[in-house]
């Protein structure tokens, strides 16, 4: 096999099974939160904080990642993404108490919204055009099953053992794609561009307004803040777009939503992973 077709095959796997992991631990602490609760003296309802500190730190760093990645080298970024989320699981596994597993997750979160959008980019960047759409389909299928399987596996888990084994099983596979991080990806040209920071903070703040409004209506509380939180994230959503529509070095170029067949892939794919 030629190293090109080991890269096909390789590479877009890899990107896989950071992706399966990332999305795996978005929901998988759903089944233990009774155990947890049970081990650090709270309410279970007070565990859920570790979900949504994950869930809203990797929407705040997903925009960040892809300029990061530009500046210093996608290998790095997804690299350095992969030993930090290692690290940050086994920090969740010998949490003491849920101040210190929030405070692991929020890493985990970090480093997962790093290392999804730069491996898609390390593969989009690599990939040939005749591979294009077989390499997307490689790391897309496993993602697409990591939130059916989390409750199920998360279950089995705790019955069979305890919480922790749910972060220490990243160990293993952390350690396994960091080593082949290292001897398959290989890096592009950084590009010297400044960092669009009220692209940022005005991408980040609306993810942040949505995020507390879809959370406080799927709890059933605070309707009342839910709505005002739904209309900021429209509202200084709205404004970022019109900002990066406008600037010269946006965070996002929006501008490639001007193409008619990404416009409706992606448009197409973002409403069936929202229904």
């Not at 790391?139 to 939130?147: E, G, R, Y």
């Amino acid at each position: 096999m030629s190293q090109r077709s080991g890269w096909r095959a390789g590479v877009p796997l890899l990107v896989a099974a950071t992706l399966f992991m990332e999305q795996l631990d978005g929901t998988i602490l759903v089944t233990a939160a009774p155990q947890i609760a049970a081990d650090f003296g709270v309410s279970s309802a007070d565990v859920n904080i570790t979900m949504t500190a994950y869930l809203l730190a990797v929407a705040c760093t997903i925009p960040f990642g892809g300029w990061l990645a530009s500046r210093i080298g996608a290998r790095f970024v997804f690299i350095s993404s992969i030993a930090l989320f290692t690290l940050a699981s086994l920090l969740c596994a010998l949490s003491p108490g849920l101040e210190m597993l929030v405070f692991g997750r929020v890493l985990q979160g970090f480093a997962g919204g790093m290392m999804a959008p730069v491996g898609r980019l390390i593969v989009l960047r690599g990939a040939a055009k005749t591979e294009l759409l077989r390499s997307i389909a490689l790391i897309t299928w496993p993602a697409l099953l990591a939130p059916v399987l989390a409750p199920v596996l998360g279950g089995l888990i705790v019955t069979v053992s305890t919480w922790h084994w749910i972060f220490i099983l990243n160990v293993p596979i952390g350690v396994a794609a960091f080593v082949a991080a290292l001897i398959m990806v290989q890096d592009r040209a950084t590009e010297r561009r400044t960092l669009d920071w009220l692209g940022l903070l005005l991408t980040s703040a609306a993810v942040l307004a949505l995020l507390l409004a879809v959370e406080l209506v799927a709890a059933g509380d605070a309707m009342l803040i839910a709505l005002f939180s739904g209309i900021a994230a429209l509202l200084i959503g709205g404004g970022a777009v019109w900002w990066m529509l406008g600037t010269r070095h946006p965070l996002l170029n929006l501008r490639v939503f001007g193409i008619p067949t990404f416009r409706v892939t992606n448009s197409g794919g973002s409403s069936f992973g929202w229904w």
